[in-house]
Structure formats: structure tokens, C-alpha cells
């Protein structure tokens, strides 16, 4: 796989095995990376973003009944959920779904599968 500087510096290879949380989607494998994706494409480490779209809608869904956390519970970087760029803003995995804070509830921006 490619090679990058990670945020302390130092080289890592993307792979099986590398530590980093791996989301499949559209044929592919990504790497979550301190709320990002890196797409390794030729030995490149390119950034990459979840694309909206019908099995990732970016639609509020306020009927959504979160499961997989508290009520109150508030997402953000180190709430404990993968974060995962989809269009234009961040999303959290929480058993299997993409879930997207809203005003009083989390909306569901449709399923993923990740390995960590």
C-alpha cells in the first residue's frame, strides 16, 4: 500500500493490520484517519469523503430511535463513535449506521460496515 506521514510524523502503511478503522463502500476500502478518510489509489494517500447518496441520504430524520448511546449523549471527535466525513459534513458510526447530530436527536444517514 502507500506510505504517508502520520500526525506524528512518522511513516505508515496503509493495510490489513495498520491499526487505522476501515469503512468499505462503493467496491472499496478507505481508512478513518483523525476524522477523515485516506483512499489509497497507486500508491497514493488521497483524501476521500462518504458520498451522499441513496444508501447514504443526508436527510433529517427526526422519527430516528437512536440505539448505541444515552439519550443526551453529544458527538463529536472524542466521543468514543468512528467519525466519518459523508458530503459536507461528519457522521458517526454507531451499531452499523451512520449517525449525524441534529437539533435533539441523531439523524440516520443510512448503514456502513467497518473493520477495526
Known amino acids: 500500500m502507500s506510505d504517508h506521514k502520520s500526525h506524528q510524523g512518522e ?3 496503509h493495510g490489513p493490520g495498520c491499526g487505522h478503522v476501515t469503512i468499505s463502500h462503493r467496491g472499496h476500502e478507505d481508512y478513518v484517519r483523525d476524522g477523515q478518510l485516506d483512499h489509497v489509489q497507486r500508491k497514493a494517500v488521497l483524501p476521500h469523503t462518504l458520498e451522499v447518496d441513496d444508501a447514504h441520504p443526508a436527510a433529517c430524520t427526526p422519527a430516528h430511535a437512536c440505539g448505541g448511546h444515552a439519550a443526551g449523549h453529544q458527538h ?3 466521543c468514543g463513535h468512528v467519525p466519518i466525513p459523508h458530503g459536507d459534513h461528519l457522521d458517526f458510526v454507531v451499531d452499523g ?3 449525524h ?3 435533539g436527536h441523531c439523524d440516520d444517514h443510512g448503514p456502513v460496515k467497518i473493520r477495526t
Do not use: K
Open 11 to 13: 511513516l505508515h502503511t
Open 101 to 103: 447530530p441534529c437539533v
Open 76 to 78: 463529536g471527535l472524542t
Open 97 to 99: 449506521h451512520l449517525h
